[in-house]
DNA sequence: AACACTATTATCCTTAGGTCGAATGCGACG
DNA sequence: CGTCGCATTCGACCTAAGGATAATAGTGTT
């Protein structure tokens, strides 16, 4: 694996600078392309798509959330994401595996512990910190597993055409940013709607906000929701 | 303003048994009707619409956000609405006033300082704690107050269909939730879509999600967005 | 080469969405 | 008391959306 090729996709200059150091160190020969936004990501992963991994970071300039997850998981299926974050909350680490990522590495991983996700990933594994208990407490994050489940199995068009749909645009409009007809564009969001299992554009265009959009109610209110116990 | 009814409506039965004790103290023989959740809100308003004003926790169950806020002032545009809230978040409390409130009293607020707000507030005037600043720093900002504002001016029922709109209902179920025809529910969007500006229900159904739910991005994320400053 | 999957498009049809105009009813104001 | 404004209601009419089916083509796998 001496001539693997990683893309390292964070905004942060002194993490992205220690990430490439500890990964030229891991994996000796190892030729590493940088992103420093969710824009050039794009970039560089459409002109590296032969890529072995990459370690994205969640909440880039761009790309708050887990759409720069989701949409490197349609346009590259074959490149497995690691995401690199600071936080560590279990209910991120469990949707970032559904949306497809190969590991979840916190930012207070350890060196060596980072070498043994990159092997175990280049691999063709997954690698999680310590026990992340897999299951989820609650109903309400059981449903939005099962949805984030659902919108991975998207195809690149069809998430394209469902992040169009979350702005509001007409189907009309969607196919003329896409350069295709508006049959092509209907036949796109019948697949989506099937597959999310939805029966309007409305629907889809909510959940699209809710589950991709920045770290948001669902994902933050777990520490806040239910009534404080109290006394008398 | 001895004759005065109030409507306290927090979850939390500590802070709302203080309130109330502090409210008797500063307005004497004033009627408090209570309310825990927003169903018993609306329930309490329904039946307390001469009430004189309501003074409001945002985030209580059943409506994160600003959503009770909007549509106490639909429903009842005659009840002034005071915002006692644990966060001041100056986006918070601008946004508030946005959405039609007439004062916003932190929970640090003093007694006396409470009184005062009340004093005003019935008095036909609106209170703030100290001195907000009332323009708002960034672009993002500004766009999103403007559409709260045009949110506020949506009548009761409009509003209503916005709501179920953001819940991605079509328009016939809408319809038979609000025991109207479906002619009728059209007319409404047409309404509401061009009070805010928009051309599709799509975009109202998005906008409505960020505007109105929880607590959420473009209002927290003004900690959290921006790149860090850092050393080489 | 055969197969599976994705993408593209077209046609036809049904349903949902959205605009316009109009009627009703209610409260404010002179 | 009449009238003005506004919210609500609704029908008629046209456009957008979505389902069904089928055809063509490219891509990558077996």
New interface residues.
């Given amino acids: 694996m001496e001539n693997a090729k990683l893309i390292i996709a964070d905004?942060?200059?002194?993490f992205r600078s220690a990430l490439r150091e500890a990964v030229t160190q891991l994996l000796p020969g190892v030729t590493i392309v940088e992103a420093v936004s969710f824009q050039s990501l794009q970039q560089s992963a459409s002109e590296n798509s032969d890529a072995d991994l990459i370690l994205l970071d969640l909440?880039m300039?761009g790309a708050?959330g887990f759409s720069s997850l989701v949409y490197l998981r349609a346009q590259y299926p074959a490149i497995p994401v690691a995401i690199v974050s600071a936080t560590e909350e279990p209910a991120v680490i469990r949707r970032s595996l559904d949306f497809g990522a190969a590991a979840y590495i916190p930012k207070s991983t350890s060196i060596e512990q980072i070498g043994a996700a990159l092997r175990s990933v280049l691999d063709g594994g997954v690698w999680l910190p310590e026990h992340i208990p897999a299951t989820s407490a609650n109903d309400e994050e059981h449903k939005e597993r099962e949805l984030a489940q659902r919108v991975a199995s998207l195809t690149p068009q069809q998430l394209r055409v469902l992040l169009m749909?979350?702005?509001?645009?007409?189907n009309k409009q969607i196919a003329g940013d896409l350069e295709v007809s508006e049959a092509t564009i209907k036949a796109h969001m019948t697949a989506v709607l099937r597959k999310l299992g939805?029966y309007?554009?409305?629907?889809a265009?909510?959940?699209a906000?809710?589950l991709l959009?920045?770290?948001?109610?669902s994902l933050?209110?777990n520490d806040?929701t239910g009534?404080?116990p109290?006394?008398?």
Avoid at 11 to 14: K, R
Avoid at 213 to 217: D, H, M
């Fill in positions: 905004d942060h200059p002194l909440n300039p708050q749909l979350a702005d509001g645009r007409l939805l309007s554009r409305t629907q265009a909510v959940l906000q809710r959009q920045a770290e948001n109610a933050l209110s806040e009534s404080e109290e006394a008398a």
